[in-house]
């Protein structure tokens, strides 16, 4: 993010010389502004928040709002701008994307209040709120289909064997979701992929470091004070967030975890001003629970938005058939961390496989689901007193959901994580939600202040006040009445503005008889307009502090009402929270029914194999891109199972054309792998899978100028992170890996690849590829097989089948495509004439005698071309090979390097 860092706002000192008097106004807010110098202020007067100083220079440019000025300052301008209130979220909103943090500053008090102190005094002020990337609790603020994640990082200092240790906690502050996660420092970026934070806090000493300061660069990290992350007092805070005496009953944490945890719970108290969201107790995910799928895989596979940014075309948007928001958000969740436990997935599918199986039950769990509004959102900003009636509602209508849906559900005979659900939709006393339902009105406003909220009859002395202050309204129409008769002036009328109050008026020309005698005696002249006369009385200023008072009353009992309501609310957050979830999870279980359904989706095995068989398998996002233009999709086959059960999986070598498929091909079975895993069907017609615990995809080349790296550059990090760190376990996905340079280079590193992949990682792989000569592996390497996808040559021109059948292409077939892409014919008919000379010269090439002559991988090699082995070196090689230095002592390596240099030293 590109955060430009808020400015230090110390006004300017004053010059020699000058007013050194400050307003009792700018001390107050240099005083506040002092305090949070690394947000921008923003300072209520009124109706508005105003900004000083270099933080009005910062909005004002940020907002294209205009930049004025307000008074001196030590005798120089003082650059100001304003938001109106009522438009504040929006330019919140704009100036959070922008990276900056904004501290809301109110009036404390009413203006009334101050000036009963003394003429002088003024309001009192203070900041409630921090408002930062990672702490929003607005609709307005936040997407509703998304988590918004605080993450904090804590580093444990590296250990013997020199690897440091990392714990993340992390919360949505909007959901009150807190958990915590331990990893390693290359697992550190995926799991940072996953959870894609709002914001990260680190201590200062962790910003700085080496070790993960490139990663933090490109993140909207916050660094902070190593209080936050002290683990001495970490237990204490954490414990005293939740008012418990230990935090024992979270389970053993580590030391580690716990500062991390703590450090969430102490920014989100600093940032809330001592306010303190219902956050659930901190749970921790077990290291290996879910399937680790880095960043740039991620971003190949398109699970969440598609390489250009949007979510159009990704997984989520093919398979996103929730109906709520606090659904939609889980499926997210979920399809960002799939599981790698076969129990726990097939408890997940179960559920999906109920709902799946019974159309009408789908049909009614989705219709309650549809009614439920996002209860956990609402309840988050009831608990931090930011709440309005609709937010009330919200809980109303998603207890009235969750009771429904629980009766619905009690119907059928409940898997596992459908009574779990029961349970947790049971909780909540149905007493709340019918008091809801008889204290709230049919229309509500957005903000408790603008009142009429609560439903007549539901208090009788709100029902009496309201009454008073409507027979007032009555009271003043009689008495306009009443004034028009005895002045004679029919157009009399009674108004009322917020200048003036309630007023008689009349039309000039009758003016100056009101203000003679005898009327003079009862109208008192209070401003003469070009057109009209307007005038009080006694009786009007009487009658209108009863309204004044009536409706003040009036709106206090409903704020009373409020009050009471929603401390019923929030004595039952949790029950209420647990409710919330438990509609997600079957919004999510439901949602994937109908998927399952409506595309032909089947119940994948997971097991604790290492096998890997689909059958039929079809891209879910491709699939339906075609199937909505009319476009049937080929189903393919792939089996990466071992030949053996002992054995590793297999390697899938795939070659064929351009456009023939084979990308498609490629992510079709690492998404099955990816659905499968979360706990969703599969499209397929069946699909056996032993759980893979790391996905590995890269795909195409990608430019990444931003960072300053060169394609090429970019497809080797990525390789060599696959080539490190794949298991037997892993599932990995190589597309066209090599293209990137020039042939005889690309080749070989494609080459070397798939030889470390086979004999090393030993994982289950697809490697799609244009070099035809790699096909002449699956002689030498027993687990290698190869696959190609079929097309038919028809007159010279090429049909796609996009059917994937076992052996090798024999052509690349690109002059073809490169004619149906238009090409012109003159182009193509030389481009034929040179492929015929290339591929002469190609058959005598020394790439072909590679799979004979080159010794497989880690075993000593010669290049073919390479001058007779020199004895010397064969020795020292072998000298070499003998060494394990793990277990030698310094002495005995000094010794081993003597022994080398005499080795080396060329015999007479
Ligand atoms: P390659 O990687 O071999 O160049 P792609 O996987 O990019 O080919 O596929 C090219 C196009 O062919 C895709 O955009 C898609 O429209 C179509 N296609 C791929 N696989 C299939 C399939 N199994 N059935 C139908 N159309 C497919
Ligand atoms: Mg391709």
């Given at each position: 993010m590109d955060a430009t860092p808020s400015p230090a706002v110390t006004p300017p000192p004053a010059a020699a010389g000058e007013d050194h008097r400050v307003t009792p106004l700018m001390e107050q807010y240099i005083e506040i502004k002092a305090a949070n110098p690394d947000c921008l202020l923003f300072y209520r007067m009124g109706d508005f928040y105003e900004l000083f100083f270099g933080d009005a220079e910062v909005a004002s440019r940020a907002l294209g709002i205009v930049l004025t000025k307000r008074g001196?300052?030590?005798?120089?301008?003082?650059?100001?701008?304003?938001?109106?209130?009522?438009?504040?979220?929006?330019y919140l909103h704009r100036l959070i994307a922008l990276g900056h943090r904004v501290a809301v500053c109110e009036q404390l008090e009413d203006p009334a209040e101050a000036r009963k102190r003394g003429g002088k005094s003024i309001v009192r002020r203070d900041v409630v709120r921090l408002v930062t990337p990672g702490t929003l609790t607005e609709d307005s603020l936040l997407d509703a289909r998304r988590n918004n994640y605080l993450v904090a990082i804590a580093r444990a200092k590296p250990s013997a064997d020199g690897e440091s240790r990392y714990a993340l906690a992390f919360l949505d502050i909007s959901t009150g979701e807190f958990r915590l996660a331990e990893c390693d420092r290359t697992g550190l970026p995926a799991e940072l992929a996953r959870l894609e934070p709002g914001e990260i806090i680190v201590s200062d000493a962790l910003y700085g470091d080496g070790e993960v300061a490139p990663l933090l660069r490109r993140l909207p990290v916050t660094p902070l004070g190593r209080d936050v992350f002290d683990g001495a007092t970490a237990e204490r805070r954490l414990a005293a967030?939740?008012?418990?005496?230990?935090?024992?009953?979270?389970?053993?944490?580590?030391?580690?975890?716990?500062?991390?945890?703590?450090?969430?719970?102490?920014?989100v108290e600093r940032t809330q001003i001592g306010k303190r969201p219902p956050l659930s107790p901190p749970t921790r995910e077990a290291a290996g629970t879910t399937l680790a799928i880095d960043a740039a895989t991620r971003a190949n596979l398109e699970l969440m938005r598609?390489?250009?940014g949007e979510r159009r075309g990704s997984l989520v948007a093919a398979i996103d058939r929730t109906v709520t928001v606090a659904g939609a958000r889980l499926l997210s969740q979920r399809l960002a961390a799939p599981l790698t436990d076969p129990e726990t997935i097939a408890r997940r599918l179960d559920a999906v496989a109920l709902i799946a199986g019974d159309a009408l039950l789908r049909a009614d769990v989705r219709e309650r689901l549809a009614a439920a509004p996002d209860l956990a959102r609402a309840l988050a900003r009831l608990v931090l007193g930011r709440g309005g009636p609709r937010d009330l509602a919200a809980i109303r209508d998603g207890l009235e959901a969750a009771a429904g849906l629980q009766a619905r559900l009690a119907e059928v005979p409940a898997t596992a994580e459908v009574s779990e659900a029961m349970a947790a939709l049971a909780c909540p006393d149905p007493a709340i939600a019918a008091e809801l339902a008889t204290a709230l009105a049919d229309e509500l406003p957005l903000l408790k202040r603008d009142g009429g909220f609560v439903r007549p009859g539901y208090d009788a002395t709100l029902d009496e006040t309201r009454a008073l202050r409507d027979e007032s309204r009555r009271v003043v129409a009689a008495l306009q009445a009443r004034y028009a008769d005895d002045t004679q002036v029919k157009s009399l009328k009674i108004r009322h503005n917020n200048v003036l109050g309630y007023f008689v008026e009349v039309t000039a020309q009758h003016g100056e008889r009101l203000m003679a005698?005898?009327?003079?005696?009862?109208?008192?002249?209070?401003?003469?307009?070009?057109?009209?006369?307007?005038?009080?009385?006694?009786?009007?200023?009487?009658l209108e502090a009863k309204i004044a008072s009536a409706a003040d009353r009036a709106l206090g009992l409903e704020l009373e009402i409020f009050e009471r309501l929603a401390a019923r609310v929030v004595a039952a957050t949790d029950d209420i929270k647990a409710a919330a979830q438990a509609l997600a999870a079957m919004d999510v279980a439901a949602g994937l029914a109908t998927l399952a359904v409506e595309r032909s989706y089947v119940r994948p095995e997971v097991d604790a194999s290492r096998d890997f068989v689909i059958t039929g398998g079809r891209h879910p996002v491709v699939e339906q891109a075609l199937v909505d233009d009319g476009a049937p999709f080929v189903a393919n086959d792939c089996d990466l199972s071992p030949p053996r059960a002992d054995a590793a999986g297999r390697i899938s070598l795939i070659t064929g054309p351009n456009?023939?498929?084979?990308?498609?091909?490629?992510?079709?079975?690492?998404?099955?792998?990816?659905?499968?895993?979360?706990?969703?069907?599969?499209?397929?017609?069946?699909?056996?899978?032993?759980?893979?615990?790391r996905l590995f995809s890269r795909v195409g080349a990608a430019d990444d100028l931003a960072r300053g790296r060169s394609t090429f550059m970019v497809e080797m990090v990525e390789t060599a992170a696959i080539l490190n760190q794949a298991t037997a376990r892993s599932l990995v996905i190589l597309d066209e890996i090599g293209r990137g340079t020039a042939t005889f280079d690309g080749l070989s590193i494609a080459w070397a690849t798939i030889e470390h992949l086979h004999e090393q990682n030993r994982c289950r792989a697809l490697f799609a590829t244009h070099f035809h000569d790699l096909t002449a592996l699956a002689a030498k390497l027993p687990r290698l097989f190869n696959a190609t996808v079929r097309v038919k040559e028809w007159h010279d021109d090429v049909v796609f089948l996009h059917e994937v059948v076992p052996g090798a292409a024999d052509r690349s077939y690109g002059i073809q495509v490169a004619k149906l892409a238009g090409l012109p014919a003159k182009v193509i008919e030389r481009a034929r004439l040179v492929l015929a000379e290339l591929e002469a010269e190609d058959r005598k090439s020394p790439a072909r005698r590679l799979v004979d002559d080159l010794p497989l991988f880690s075993a000593a090699r010669a290049a073919p071309a390479s001058p007779p082995p020199d004895p010397a070196a064969e020795a020292v090689m072998k000298a070499l090979a003998a060494l394990s230095p793990d277990e030698m002592s310094p002495r005995q390596a000094m010794d081993a390097l003597y022994a080398l240099k005499l080795l080396a030293k060329p015999q007479n």
């Open positions: 001196k300052h030590r005798g120089q301008d003082i650059p100001m701008c304003g938001v109106p209130i009522e438009r504040a979220d929006e967030y939740f008012a418990v005496a230990t935090t024992d009953a979270f389970g053993t944490l580590s030391r580690l975890e716990l500062t991390a945890a703590a450090a969430c719970v102490t920014y598609t390489q250009s005698p005898p009327l003079n005696a009862t109208f008192i002249h209070r401003q003469t307009l070009a057109g009209q006369v307007r005038f009080t009385s006694t009786e009007l200023g009487a456009m023939a498929g084979k990308s498609t091909y490629l992510r079709q079975n690492a998404l099955i792998a990816v659905l499968a895993q979360m706990g969703s069907f599969v499209p397929a017609k069946t699909a056996r899978i032993g759980v893979v615990d």
